[in-house]
């Protein structure tokens, strides 16, 4: 890696978008991956660097670059739930089908841990699939249903995908319904407002 690379690198962490120009300007790679094969982009993205991240987004910076965990910068606001990021990114453009290592996109893993603003902003902002199944055989529903809480964060998720359009009585893999997972578990909010759709 060199001395310039190095310095973006610096930059990115230190969430310092003139340094993240400087660096740029004096030869850094803007696509260089570490030995995880994680570009500065994905490096701003997981530290919610979002100054670096904008400076990098307009110097032309790949938002789908997946690193050997599968994970881009994209993909990786869907696990921080990080508003801002996504604001960030949508500029450059990513792939709304890039699909992360269990086969999901940005949607899913943003409804399993509950970050209702950014799901909310999402499905506002983009066309996403609500209804993409993952190689687990889950959508973003049956995923909030089934590794959510049941609380008021995955109540509130579940409210917005279904106005969202979800498919309520898509099954997972087993044949199980969302309504049938709320309903084992105990969620009885859940299980009622799916009950409502049926």
Sequence with gaps: MSAADRALRAAVWDDDADA?????ADGAEIESRDEHRRTPLLIAAIGDHVAAAGA?????????????REDSPWLVTGVTGSVRMMRV????EPDLKLRNRFGGTALIPAAE????????ALLRATDIDVDHVNRLGWTA?????ILGDGGQAHQEIVELLITAGATPGLPDGDGMTALE???RRGFTEIAGL?????
């Excluded at 993240?20 to 740029?24: D, E, F, K, N």
């Design 141 to 145: 529903l049956l995923e909030a249903v």
């Design 20 to 24: 993240v120009r400087l660096a740029l």
């Design 113 to 120: 841990r509950g970050h209702v603003d950014y799901v909310r």
């Design 89 to 92: 990114l949508l500029p450059a």
């Design 181 to 183: 997972h709320a309903r």
């Design 56 to 68: 990098l987004v307009a110097a032309g910076a790949d938002p789908d670059a997946q690193d050997d």
């Design 194 to 198: 799916l009950s409502a759709l049926r």
